[in-house]
């Protein structure tokens, strides 16, 4: 089998795994280390060897035999777990799937963001340190620091290995929610680097999310954020050019968008919002599928956009949802009454200046556009952002210098 394959397949059977070993060892991090040794054995053995006869079998036993040699080796554990490391190892991985508890376990309230989600990529996802600070561009010993530290966090809050109980499952399930999102947000743009996309960590966000929705088929909020990174992802394949550079949304060649995405999306947040009031993540995909069904930009529904913003605002309190109202604004009542709704913003980064640039442009003071141009540029750390905003502000220049030679 390809290496893909192989990937594809150990990314699947990680949680099933670690689940089983984390379940009987009582010790989340030390199973998490042991499964992790697992899956790099297999990944070097798999791909020339061909797949065994039972690979979760394989991956049980050898994560089991890891972690039996490692507590055999450390006279100070306790007497369980040197008890639990003697009881032969089951046949085969149980029917029972452990993933969303791992979800819930990766995404503890008293976790950092940061510290979350590289430890769902890697229990959850399966994938490893060195992938993980690849895709964050941090050094691995920074991020191995980071996993760490999370496991230990987890350890000390002596978390049951089980789902939380009815009354702190809706405040873990808003940070599971959160951490998803944030994961997809980071592959769908990356934060910095020369890549726009990282969709290693995209499709993730969208393969656990699907995951989630699929054990908790009626909450609304998860329906909603997996309708969400539906949406959004659909436009991807016409977000760069040839190049690899930056295509904005109303230039993008709508025909290349992902319409089974787009299907699916839709469909997922017309049934999201019949469940009740709806939260963030099913304002956010309503209003990313307003702008997917519209089949050309000018078929925009703005005005339904810019009300759905004023819901979220209100819901959230959140500057990045002000920032977008402001173009919706502008896009409703003209550039001067977004330009006036971005002078009570306050927010740092490269974005405020970006928006204010595009409807500057729009308000035809070019000099103003161009000066906020740059300004966004020099604030971005994604290279292909960064060349993008230095387009649009040489273009601009140039169309203002034809102008005042009459040309």
């Given at each position: 089998?390809?290496?893909?394959?192989?990937?594809?397949?150990?990314?699947?059977?990680?949680?099933?795994?670690?689940?089983?070993?984390?379940?009987?060892?009582?010790?989340?991090?030390?199973?998490?280390?042991?499964?992790?040794?697992?899956?790099?054995?297999?990944?070097?053995?798999?791909?020339?060897?061909?797949?065994?006869?039972?690979?979760?079998?394989?991956?049980?036993?050898?994560?089991?035999?890891?972690?039996?040699?490692?507590?055999?080796?450390?006279?100070?554990?306790?007497?369980?777990?040197?008890?639990?490391?003697?009881?032969?190892?089951?046949?085969?991985?149980?029917?029972?799937?452990?993933?969303?508890?791992?979800?819930?376990?990766?995404?503890?309230?008293?976790?950092?963001?940061?510290?979350?989600?590289?430890?769902?990529?890697?229990?959850?996802?399966?994938?490893?340190?060195?992938?993980?600070?690849?895709?964050?561009?941090?050094?691995e010993a920074t991020m191995a620091q980071r996993i760490t530290r999370a496991k230990a966090r987890i350890k000390a809050s002596d978390v049951p290995f089980r789902l939380p109980a009815a009354e702190?499952?809706?405040?873990?399930?808003?940070?599971?929610?959160?951490?998803?999102?944030?994961?997809?947000?980071?592959?769908?743009?990356?934060?910095?680097?020369?890549?726009?996309?990282?969709?290693?960590?995209?499709?993730?966000?969208?393969?656990?999310?699907?995951?989630?929705?699929?054990?908790?088929?009626?909450?609304?909020?998860?329906?909603?954020?997996?309708?969400?990174?539906?949406?959004?992802?659909?436009?991807?394949?016409?977000?760069?050019?040839?190049?690899?550079?930056?295509?904005?949304?109303a230039e993008q060649d709508r025909t290349r968008w992902d319409r089974a995405q787009i299907r699916e999306g839709v469909a997922l947040v017309t049934e999201a919002l019949a469940l009740g009031d709806?939260?963030?993540?099913?304002?956010?995909?309503?209003?990313?599928?307003?702008?997917?069904?519209?089949?050309?930009?000018?078929?925009?529904d703005w005005d339904r956009i810019l009300s759905t913003y004023r819901l979220l605002e209100r819901l959230t309190d959140n500057p990045v949802v002000t920032l977008n109202r402001a173009i919706a604004?502008?896009?409703?009542?003209?550039?001067?009454?977004?330009?006036?709704?971005?002078?009570?913003?306050?927010?740092?980064?490269?974005?405020?200046?970006?928006?204010?640039?595009?409807?500057?442009?729009?308000?035809?003071?070019?000099?103003?556009?161009?000066?906020?141009?740059?300004?966004?540029?020099?604030?971005?750390?994604?290279?292909?952002?960064?060349?993008?905003?230095?387009?649009?502000?040489?273009?601009?220049?140039?169309?203002?210098?034809?102008?005042?030679?009459?040309?």
């Amino acid at each position: 089998m390809a290496g893909v394959g192989v990937e594809d397949l150990l990314r699947t059977l990680a949680p099933q795994v670690l689940g089983v070993v984390a379940r009987r060892f009582r010790d989340f991090g030390a199973a998490e280390d042991a499964v992790q040794e697992a899956l790099l054995a297999a990944a070097r053995h798999w791909p020339s060897e061909g797949l065994p006869d039972n690979p979760r079998g394989w991956l049980l036993q050898a994560a089991v035999n890891r972690l039996t040699d490692q507590l055999r080796s450390d006279q100070a554990r306790r007497r369980r777990e040197d008890t639990a490391a003697l009881e032969p190892p089951p046949p085969d991985v149980p029917d029972r799937d452990d993933t969303l508890v791992l979800l819930f376990l990766c995404c503890h309230p008293a976790l950092t963001p940061a510290s979350a989600i590289a430890l769902t990529l890697r229990a959850v996802g399966g994938l490893t340190t060195a992938e993980i600070a690849g895709a964050f561009l941090v050094p691995e010993a920074t991020m191995a620091q980071r996993i760490t530290r999370a496991k230990a966090r987890i350890k000390a809050s002596d978390v049951p290995f089980r789902l939380p109980a009815a009354e702190e499952r809706e405040a873990r399930l808003r940070s599971v929610l959160h951490v998803l999102y944030l994961v997809f947000n980071e592959g769908y743009t990356s934060s910095a680097g020369g890549r726009l996309h990282r969709t290693e960590l995209s499709g993730e966000a969208i393969r656990l999310t699907r995951l989630l929705h699929a054990m908790l088929p009626e909450n609304g909020e998860v329906a909603g954020l997996l309708a969400l990174m539906l949406l959004t992802d659909a436009r991807r394949p016409a977000r760069t050019g040839p190049s690899g550079e930056l295509v904005p949304l109303a230039e993008q060649d709508r025909t290349r968008w992902d319409r089974a995405q787009i299907r699916e999306g839709v469909a997922l947040v017309t049934e999201a919002l019949a469940l009740g009031d709806a939260g963030e993540y099913r304002l956010q995909a309503a209003i990313a599928a307003a702008h997917d069904i519209a089949p050309r930009v000018e078929d925009t529904d703005w005005d339904r956009i810019l009300s759905t913003y004023r819901l979220l605002e209100r819901l959230t309190d959140n500057p990045v949802v002000t920032l977008n109202r402001a173009i919706a604004t502008a896009m409703v009542h003209g550039p001067a009454a977004g330009l006036a709704l971005l002078e009570t913003l306050e927010l740092g980064g490269h974005r405020p200046d970006a928006v204010r640039a595009h409807l500057l442009e729009l308000a035809g003071d070019i000099a103003g556009a161009v000066r906020h141009y740059d300004a966004a540029a020099a604030r971005t750390t994604n290279t292909s952002e960064q060349r993008y905003l230095l387009t649009r502000a040489a273009r601009l220049r140039e169309s203002e210098q034809i102008d005042l030679r009459g040309g």
